[in-house]
């Protein structure tokens, strides 16, 4: 697997939930950050070739599709089709880790909105389909 790519994926992925209510909210921002710096970083092995852990990647393309604006669905998709098409590196606990921390900054800001909820919703349905 591509760690780089996963991760980058993985904060398209977050950025979908969060701006889902129609904008990221500083909150669910400083909430993926902690998430990032305090569980993914300590727990990823692999590094890029400057020496920066993979797991930055997903605060990188958590911001950049902050900056782009991107539109919510299209980023959901992103992630979708990258699981979609390396559904045999995703195992139950990686898939489990991917919804927890989707949870997480869905809940980060004024608790879970209606339209975060209906995207987890199609995150649990879209995993519990992947066979590892």
């Known amino acids: 697997m591509e ?8 904060g398209k992925l ?25 569980y993914l970083v300590p727990q990823e092995k692999h590094n890029d070739e400057f020496g920066t852990d993979a797991a930055w990647y997903t605060e990188i393309g958590f ?7 991107l539109d919510a669905k299209a980023a959901f998709d992103s992630f979708i089709d990258y699981v979609n098409e390396h559904h ?3 195992d139950k606990q990686m898939r489990a880790v991917v919804l927890m921390l989707a949870e ?5 800001a004024n608790g879970l909105s ?19």
Do not use: C, M, P
């Not at 701006?19 to 993926?32: N, P, T, W, Y």
């Open 104 to 108: 997480e900054v869905a809940n980060s």
């Open 88 to 90: 045999t590196a995703l």
């Open 14 to 38: 977050l950025y979908a939930v969060a701006h889902s209510s129609g904008q990221v909210e500083e909150e669910e921002a400083k909430r993926l950050h902690a998430l990032v710096k305090n």
């Open 63 to 69: 911001d950049f599709s902050t900056f782009n604006d």
């Open 3 to 10: 760690y780089k790519e996963f991760y980058s994926e993985l």
């Open 114 to 132: 209606v339209a975060e909820g209906k995207i987890l919703k199609e995150l649990k349905d879209k995993l519990s389909r992947v066979d590892a």
